[in-house]
């Protein structure tokens, strides 16, 4: 029945061949509009560590000296409180992190200075992110200790540098330091950057920064505030700092801690922690708050932050108000579709076939036309996220097709033909027969 | 024209009427929003500066001051800077209008203020307003002898005497910052206070933009006089005529690598080129913006056409009859077009709500303003013509129905 059904519809679509393009149109067009956005919404909210994500914690004290109006913890650490936290290993795993830029070059490698993005880190930063290793390894807790002059490099880096070749061993000139290559990344593009994401509530919603690419260059923590002594920024200060002291001896919040908890005993154990932590500081008379501690998860803390730019959230709900008109439209042209067969259905009808065979056979029709409109639409998706992807925006060199969002394009599709195929072939199979054989 | 009739001939196709009414309900709302959205866009981006746009270049370079004889070498780098032929002007700035990366300062009218009046963003540099040329509206300009050095600033700030010498005293700022600090007085002479410290304003110039965070008040800006001696963020403006800023750009950088061959250059662009990668995102959005628009009033003129050219197919008959009774072309085109007409009105109608509503959301989520009553307009005059335009096609080819077609079939 269903083959009949089928041949029924491409004789329909094919007899009225203007209404039908202006139907699968109207779909495709409303697809492509939706399902691009929906990619990029999909892509920029996903979860950058599926699986280990609710294991990531980011704690937040607040070590302002005095008592201040503000009422949430500064979005990063001050560096006594940050390495504090990270010496008592309290965690199963535990990152500090701070980003700076550097002059970079190396020895017998032809190519001019550049400056680098560094982000230095501690040696737990790989294991509990995930990075994935081309050549060589992370470097060792022992070289966090003993400050080890090595760094771990981007693939993008050991391209420009070492023309992809096995570099670790090498060395590069940091600012006046020889360091040694002990890793090379391989491609590592997580969406978003969620170790670095700060600030995002003073970002009025433009927070396509957030989709950057990693650092070039990974050090460790300790060796690298020796190495690029002076080159470390503030995110704010809460004090003016002093000019002849150390970043870190200001009253300055620059270092974020990330902790890995693997389990609901150890995560209330961390927050108890935490605010024993704050008690003992504001005891000795540093922090000037002991109750103003927090513990977002990953995706609580980039929920927080609002990494998805409005602008990309904006353009999701327009297209889908955009897909709610084209269904309208096709709703309102199969009625006049169908009503213009009233005489051929009457025959059907009078002839033996039920209503609700009358019913099916619109609906594969429509059906069809949804098959259509997304295939249209599947072209339509694929050029706006080309379009997207042109755009100069941090985030465009991840926009791409996934095969479930490729699939979803015809789900969409189909679902959207039928619901506005019901209700003008429920109004189809309740033509009276009589009614419409005795005018023919 | 009747009207009646034509009422009556709806209600008995009552759901194909709903629809075409709903559809052109959401047109309605969505285009409203949308051409308020990108006014407001539109409104950004034509935003004043105040500097001279077109005669601006920027070098930055890195390294710039992170050696003992930094002092110097910014002089000397000046110097050669302002040796090059057909340079006006040449200065130091800690940030750009419109340069996306700012240091903002909380302004105080009185320093035991609890919370500060506003939040303004602070200029330094040497010759920094000369060489942007910014326009002076009253008072001086900031002069050699108010310039204070950054290290020996930083250091009266860390001592903690508000009073103390190495500070700067005077500050020069825009005429919409004086307006909202003292309204209808003159700002000259008047104190602020920057925390403890207090400045006095010498001068007031028209308009300067600040570098981002339009939300804090786009205008809210204002140039201390300090020396950059050593902070790795500024950067050199240099000022010339249009037509030559490429050449004074390259020239300028070779005068640059011959001083110390081994800096690192950051960024080298024009103002224009910061004035575009600044609104780059209001211009995409404000173009898809338009092809949504465009889109969504061609869909909903196709779904009226086929809508339409539907009617007329199923009354054929009908208009035979009408013709044959004595109803002219004119009439029957009279007739369809009053129909679309009375719909579009309907949908206009449920859509000047639904507009209403889908500005709450938007003022709710994305901290919109108010849709102004006049957008309400444009969505409607926008669906009439559209609807019209639509409707002609279908009504023309029901004004050809012969009268001969009433006899037929019957």
Same mark, same amino acid.
């Given at each position: 029945?269903?083959?009949?059904?089928?041949?029924?519809?491409?004789?329909?679509?094919?007899?009225?061949?203007?209404?039908?393009?202006?139907?699968?149109?109207?779909?495709?067009?409303?697809?492509?509009?939706?399902?691009?956005?929906?990619?990029?919404?999909?892509?920029?909210?996903?979860?950058?560590?599926?699986?280990?994500?609710?294991?990531?914690?980011?704690?937040?004290?607040?070590?302002?000296?005095?008592? *201040?109006?503000?009422?949430?913890?500064?979005?990063?650490?001050?560096?006594?409180? #940050?390495?504090?936290?990270?010496?008592?290993?309290?965690?199963?795993?535990?990152?500090?992190?701070?980003? !700076?830029? @550097?002059?970079?070059?190396?020895?017998?490698?032809?190519?001019?200075?550049?400056?680098?993005?560094?982000?230095?880190?501690?040696?737990?930063? %790989?294991?509990?992110?995930?990075?994935?290793?081309?050549?060589?390894?992370?470097?060792?807790?022992?070289?966090?200790?003993?400050?080890?002059?090595?760094?771990?490099?981007?693939?993008?880096? *050991?391209?420009?540098?070492?023309?992809?070749?096995?570099?670790?061993?090498?060395?590069?000139?940091?600012?006046?330091?020889?360091?040694?290559?002990?890793?090379?990344?391989?491609?590592?593009?997580?969406?978003?950057?969620?170790?670095?994401?700060?600030?995002?509530?003073?970002?009025?919603?433009?927070?396509?920064?957030?989709?950057?690419?990693?650092?070039?260059?990974?050090?460790?923590?300790?060796?690298?505030?020796?190495?690029?002594?002076?080159?470390? *920024?503030?995110?704010?200060?809460?004090?003016?700092?002093?000019?002849?002291?150390?970043?870190?001896?200001?009253?300055?919040?620059?270092?974020?801690?990330?902790?890995?908890?693997?389990?609901?005993?150890?995560? !209330?154990?961390?927050?108890?922690?935490?605010?024993?932590?704050?008690?003992?500081?504001?005891?000795?008379?540093?922090?000037?708050?002991?109750? *103003?501690?927090?513990?977002?998860?990953?995706?609580?803390?980039?929920?927080?932050?609002?990494?998805?730019?409005?602008?990309?959230?904006?353009?999701?709900?327009?297209?889908?108000? %955009?897909?709610?008109?084209?269904?309208?439209?096709?709703?309102?042209?199969?009625?006049?579709?169908?009503?213009?067969?009233?005489?051929?259905?009457?025959?059907?009808? #009078?002839?033996? #076939?039920?209503?609700?065979?009358?019913?099916?056979?619109?609906?594969?029709?429509?059906?069809?036309?949804?098959?259509?409109?997304?295939?249209?639409?599947?072209?339509?998706?694929? @050029?706006?996220?080309?379009?997207?992807?042109?755009?100069?925006?941090?985030?465009?060199?991840?926009?791409?097709?996934?095969? !479930?969002?490729?699939?979803?394009?015809?789900?969409?599709?189909? &679902?959207?033909?039928? @619901?506005?195929?019901?209700?003008?072939? @429920?109004?189809? !199979?309740?033509? &009276?027969? &009589?009614?419409?054989?005795?005018?023919? | 024209?009747?009207?009646?009739?034509?009422?009556?001939?709806?209600?008995?196709?009552?759901?194909?009427?709903?629809?075409?009414?709903?559809?052109?309900?959401?047109?309605?709302?969505?285009?409203?929003?949308?051409?308020?959205?990108?006014?407001?866009?539109?409104?950004?981006?034509?935003?004043?500066?105040?500097?001279?746009?077109?005669?601006?270049?920027?070098?930055?370079?890195?390294?710039?001051?992170?050696?003992?004889?930094?002092?110097?070498?910014?002089?000397?780098?000046?110097?050669?800077?302002?040796?090059?032929?057909?340079?006006?002007?040449?200065?130091?700035?800690?940030?750009?209008?419109?340069?996306?990366?700012?240091?903002?300062?909380?302004?105080?009218?009185?320093?035991?203020?609890?919370?500060?009046? +506003?939040?303004?963003?602070? =200029?330094?540099?040497?010759?920094?307003?000369?060489?942007?040329?910014?326009?002076?509206?009253?008072?001086?300009?900031?002069?050699?002898?108010?310039?204070?050095?950054?290290?020996?600033?930083?250091?009266?700030?860390?001592?903690?005497?508000?009073?103390?010498?190495?500070?700067?005293?005077?500050?020069?700022?825009?005429?919409?910052?004086?307006?909202?600090?003292?309204?209808?007085?003159?700002?000259?002479?008047?104190?602020?206070?920057?925390?403890?410290?207090?400045?006095?304003?010498?001068?007031?110039?028209?308009?300067?933009?600040?570098?981002?965070?339009?939300?804090?008040?786009?205008? =809210?800006?204002?140039?201390?006089?300090?020396?950059?001696?050593?902070?790795?963020?500024?950067?050199?403006?240099?000022?010339?005529?249009?037509?030559?800023?490429?050449?004074?750009?390259?020239?300028?950088?070779?005068?640059?690598?011959?001083?110390?061959?081994?800096?690192?250059?950051?960024?080298?662009?024009?103002?224009?080129? +910061?004035?575009?990668?600044?609104?780059?995102?209001?211009?995409?959005?404000?173009?898809?913006?338009?092809?949504?628009?465009?889109?969504?009033?061609?869909?909903?003129?196709?779904?009226?056409?086929?809508?339409?050219?539907?009617?007329?197919?199923?009354?054929?008959?009908?208009?035979?009859?009408?013709?044959?009774?004595?109803?002219?072309?004119?009439?029957?085109?009279?007739?369809?077009?009053?129909?679309?007409?009375?719909?579009?009105?309907?949908?206009?109608?449920?859509?000047?709500?639904?507009?209403?509503? +889908?500005?709450?959301?938007?003022?709710?989520? =994305?901290?919109?303003?108010?849709?102004?009553?006049?957008?309400?307009?444009?969505?409607?005059?926008?669906?009439?013509?559209?609807?019209?335009?639509?409707?002609?096609?279908?009504?023309?080819?029901?004004?050809?129905?012969?009268?001969?077609?009433?006899?037929?079939?019957?």
């Amino acid at each position: 029945m269903f083959g009949y059904y089928m041949d029924l519809a491409l004789r329909s679509l094919r007899r009225s061949p203007v209404l039908t393009a202006l139907m699968v149109l109207a779909i495709a067009v409303g697809i492509g509009a939706s399902m691009t956005t929906l990619t990029v919404m999909h892509l920029l909210s996903g979860d950058p560590l599926p699986g280990r994500s609710q294991h990531i914690f980011y704690p937040q004290v607040d070590p302002t000296s005095r008592l *201040n109006p503000h009422s949430q913890p500064y979005d990063m650490m001050d560096y006594h409180s #940050a390495v504090d936290l990270w010496s008592a290993q309290r965690a199963d795993r535990q990152a500090l992190i701070t980003v !700076s830029a @550097l002059r970079l070059t190396a020895p017998t490698v032809h190519q001019p200075a550049l400056m680098a993005q560094m982000l230095s880190t501690t040696s737990d930063f %790989f294991p509990m992110f995930a990075v994935p290793f081309q050549y060589g390894n992370a470097w060792t807790a022992q070289d966090d200790a003993r400050h080890a002059r090595v760094a771990v490099i981007s693939s993008d880096l *050991n391209n420009k540098l070492f023309q992809g070749s096995d570099s670790v061993g090498r060395t590069l000139w940091l600012k006046d330091a020889d360091v040694r290559i002990v890793g090379v990344l391989a491609p590592w593009r997580p969406s978003p950057q969620f170790y670095e994401v700060v600030g995002g509530r003073f970002s009025d919603g433009d927070t396509a920064s957030f989709y950057g690419r990693p650092e070039d260059v990974f050090m460790p923590f300790f060796s690298s505030l020796e190495v690029n002594d002076g080159g470390f *920024n503030p995110f704010t200060c809460w004090n003016a700092p002093d000019p002849g002291v150390k970043l870190q001896n200001s009253p300055c919040v620059w270092v974020a801690l990330w902790v890995q908890l693997d389990s609901a005993a150890k995560v !209330s154990g961390y927050r108890d922690y935490l605010a024993s932590y704050a008690e003992q500081q504001k005891a000795l008379g540093r922090f000037a708050r002991a109750d *103003n501690t927090r513990m977002f998860d990953l995706m609580q803390w980039l929920d927080f932050n609002r990494v998805v730019p409005s602008d990309v959230r904006l353009q999701t709900w327009l297209a889908f108000a %955009f897909l709610a008109i084209c269904l309208f439209n096709t709703i309102g042209l199969l009625l006049a579709k169908f009503l213009r067969r009233a005489g051929e259905i009457g025959v059907r009808r #009078a002839l033996g #076939a039920s209503r609700a065979a009358v019913f099916a056979q619109c609906l594969v029709e429509a059906a069809t036309i949804g098959l259509l409109g997304g295939l249209g639409g599947l072209l339509l998706t694929l @050029l706006g996220l080309w379009l997207i992807r042109r755009q100069p925006v941090e985030y465009a060199e991840l926009i791409h097709l996934d095969p !479930s969002m490729f699939g979803l394009t015809f789900a969409l599709a189909i &679902a959207a033909s039928l @619901l506005a195929g019901v209700l003008p072939a @429920l109004r189809a !199979s309740r033509i &009276a027969p &009589a009614l419409q054989l005795k005018t023919l | 024209m009747e009207i009646r009739p034509i009422v009556s001939s709806l209600r008995r196709h009552k759901i194909t009427a709903w629809l075409l009414i709903i559809e052109m309900a959401l047109t309605c709302a969505i285009v409203c929003n949308a051409v308020f959205l990108i006014s407001q866009r539109l409104d950004r981006m034509n935003i004043v500066s105040g500097v001279v746009e077109h005669e601006l270049v920027e070098i930055k370079v890195a390294d710039v001051g992170l050696h003992p004889d930094a002092k110097a070498r910014v002089e000397a780098d000046l110097a050669a800077l302002r040796r090059i032929a057909g340079v006006t002007q040449v200065g130091v700035a800690s940030q750009l209008p419109l340069g996306n990366s700012s240091s903002n300062n909380g302004i105080m009218l009185d320093p035991k203020q609890k919370m500060a009046t +506003i939040n303004a963003t602070m =200029y330094q540099g040497q010759n920094l307003l000369q060489a942007l040329g910014t326009q002076l509206v009253a008072g001086r300009n900031l002069g050699d002898g108010d310039y204070r050095d950054f290290d020996s600033v930083m250091k009266a700030a860390a001592d903690g005497d508000p009073n103390d010498a190495r500070m700067p005293k005077v500050v020069v700022l825009t005429q919409t910052m004086a307006d909202r600090l003292w309204p209808g007085q003159s700002a000259l002479g008047k104190q602020i206070y920057l925390g403890p410290v207090p400045i006095t304003v010498v001068g007031v110039v028209a308009h300067l933009v600040r570098p981002n965070n339009f939300s804090l008040g786009s205008e =809210y800006s204002m140039a201390l006089p300090v020396r950059l001696t050593g902070e790795g963020d500024s950067s050199y403006v240099i000022r010339t005529a249009p037509s030559e800023r490429q050449r004074a750009l390259k020239v300028a950088l070779a005068a640059l690598k011959k001083l110390d061959p081994k800096r690192v250059v950051l960024q080298k662009r024009t103002w224009d080129e +910061i004035r575009e990668s600044y609104f780059q995102n209001d211009h995409a959005m404000a173009g898809l913006l338009v092809a949504v628009c465009v889109a969504l009033l061609v869909v909903t003129a196709l779904g009226i056409v086929g809508l339409a050219s539907f009617w007329v197919a199923q009354r054929r008959r009908q208009i035979g009859v009408r013709r044959a009774l004595g109803a002219t072309r004119a009439d029957i085109l009279h007739y369809f077009q009053t129909e679309n007409f009375l719909l579009a009105t309907i949908g206009i109608a449920i859509g000047m709500v639904l507009a209403f509503g +889908i500005n709450l959301f938007l003022m709710k989520h =994305y901290e919109l303003p108010r849709l102004p009553v006049a957008y309400f307009p444009v969505g409607a005059v926008a669906l009439w013509v559209i609807g019209q335009l639509a409707v002609l096609g279908p009504a023309l080819r029901a004004a050809a129905v012969p009268p001969v077609v009433a006899t037929r079939s019957v």
